[in-house]
């Protein structure tokens, strides 16, 4: 689903996916961000309670592919949901749960 913008004539395209990260369990190994295809997933400036620079989405741009979640050594860590534009809605494909 690409659109045309009318100023510059470049192709923006929608979010397919978006990601939670919960800085409590993030360990700051920075797998998901090398392993991110479309490179959303950077560090962050801020330490949490481990002392650890945990990964942080940059808002937008994922396409919920669920690699992150999967070179995710924490496996709570990282939630990746799928976005459902025709009902503006999300469904998580890939939590702790579903790992199990």
Do not use: W
Not at 22 to 43: F, R
Not at 46 to 54: E, Q, S
């Amino acid at each position: 689903m690409a659109e045309l913008t009318a100023t510059n004539q470049t192709t923006v395209k929608r979010d397919r996916g978006l990601i939670k990260v919960d800085e409590q369990e993030c360990k700051g190994c920075g797998l998901c961000n090398e392993a991110c295809p479309p490179h959303v997933i950077g560090m962050s400036d801020k330490f949490n309670h481990y002392g650890y620079r945990t990964a942080v989405y940059a808002g937008a741009g994922c396409t919920g592919c669920g690699v992150c979640f999967m070179v995710c050594p924490e496996p709570s860590a990282i939630t990746v949901y799928v976005l459902d534009n025709a009902n503006a809605g999300c469904q998580s494909v890939a939590t702790a749960a579903s790992a199990a």
